[in-house]
């Protein structure tokens, strides 16, 4: 009976060994397995230019620093308070928002490793100058919107959109630049 008790204690401790040895191991191989993520950080340039007959009038900068992967935002201007009923009010953004999202893709091929894939979202706003006001007693707002995804060259402008204003002999372009920071 002694026997067969140190048997089954010998026999549970062998047990017990090996599972911690096998589970040890299986966490070592995943460690291993693990990648050791590190982002890569870029530095993306927007111009908003403002062109009349072919000819630049106008450019506004912005900058930002970006991680790869992660959304990006700019955001300048004034909240407006509109008056929906007596004594409610809800507020409207006027001035310039920049939306940015950059994808680092040197695994693909065609890409090649100066490129980058890049979502961008660009809304400028503001308030119609008098004589474009017409009759209208209540402000009248000027909008330009800008949404694109491109392959971007790093270190080379790129214009992603342009647009024209309707009322004048203007043209809007956004233009990025991205750099890989150090």
């Not at 047990?15 to 096998?22: E, F, I, L, N, P």
């Not at 008056?83 to 680092?104: M, P």
């Not at 894939?117 to 919107?145: H, I, M």
């Amino acid at each position: 009976m002694l026997k067969r008790t140190i048997v089954t204690a010998v026999l549970v401790l062998l047990t017990m060994a090996v599972g911690d040895s096998r589970k040890a191991s299986a966490q070592e191989a995943g460690a291993a397995k693990a990648p050791d993520v590190e982002r890569q950080g870029y530095r993306v340039d927007f111009s908003v230019n403002e062109l009349e007959d072919g000819k630049k009038i106008n450019s506004r900068q912005y900058s930002m620093n970006v991680a790869a992967g992660d959304n990006h935002e700019i955001k300048i201007g004034t909240r407006v308070p509109i008056e929906e009923k007596a004594g409610e009010f809800t507020y409207l953004d006027v001035g310039t928002n920049l939306w940015c999202r950059l994808r680092d893709r040197s695994d693909v091929a065609w890409l090649g490793n100066a490129a980058v894939l890049l979502n961008v979202r660009s809304e400028v706003s503001n308030f119609a100058v008098p004589d474009q006001q017409g009759q209208n007693v209540r402000p009248l707002l000027r909008q330009l919107k800008i949404e694109a995804s491109t392959v971007a060259q790093l270190g080379k402008p790129l214009v992603v959109g342009s647009v024209d204003d309707p009322n004048s002999k203007r043209q809007f372009q956004l233009e990025v630049t991205v750099a890989k920071l150090r």
